[in-house]
């Protein structure tokens, strides 16, 4: 191969480097989180179950550049991290640069992402078991676990986010939205713990995030 393809490569890649670098950092615009306050929603009492909350005027809907984020339930779990995938391509990356598969009360046993072959790609968070079975019902595993599309609310939370990795437990205070673009596109969040498949992410606006 001649020297010049090689450098044109070489250079190519280290741009794909610095993209998804730099898409893992995004977060809302200093800007418009100087003039938004993300409240802290009620707290998860009850460690092996997430606590949804009414919003009740806590937090209001916002626009950004003509975006409605609009608040549909305040959301605080905590979770063990069977897998993370970090995005910087699509309309999605532009507000969610991380997805996070967890899992809690039973799900969140350490091993469990091992045991059912956890995987993440193109917003979606996927399992297997092999012969032996699922280590337990199906159901308890839809219940106990979700992909979450991670939305942060300022540079701080965005580099908490980074720092979080497969396997940690960490807790997360922040709110359920549905985003609403000028264009026509939008993102919904699940409300339910109980749904799979197709829209059954929680999109979450995290106004806090550590283990």
Excluded at 119 to 143: A, E, H
Excluded at 161 to 170: A, H, N, Q, T, W
Aim: charged residues 20%; proline residues 8%.
């Amino acid at each position: 191969m001649p020297r010049w393809l090689w450098i044109t490569l070489f250079i190519l890649l280290a741009g794909l480097v610095l993209v998804g670098r730099g898409g893992r950092t995004a977060h809302l615009p200093a800007s418009a989180a100087s003039a938004i306050t993300c409240p802290m929603p009620p707290s998860f009492t009850d460690a092996a179950q997430p606590l949804q909350s009414e919003v009740n005027g806590r937090m209001q809907p916002f626009d950004i550049d003509g975006t409605r984020f609009s608040p549909q339930a305040g959301f605080s779990l905590e979770a063990r991290v069977l897998s993370r995938e970090d995005y910087s391509l699509g309309r999605e990356s532009r507000f969610s640069p991380t997805d996070l598969a967890l899992g809690w009360g039973p799900m969140a046993a350490p091993g469990m992402a091992d045991r059912l072959h956890v995987s993440q790609g193109s917003r979606w968070y996927r399992y297997r078991w092999g012969d032996d079975g699922p280590p337990m019902p199906v159901g308890t595993i839809v219940r106990s676990s979700a992909n979450m599309h991670m939305v942060p609310f300022d540079a701080n939370v965005a580099r908490q986010l980074e720092r979080i990795k497969d396997g940690d437990v960490v807790r997360i205070h922040g709110w359920l939205v549905h985003i609403d673009d000028p264009s026509g596109w939008q993102w919904r969040s699940s409300l339910s713990r109980e749904d799979s498949g197709a829209g059954a992410c929680e999109l979450v606006l995290v106004c806090s995030i550590g283990n």
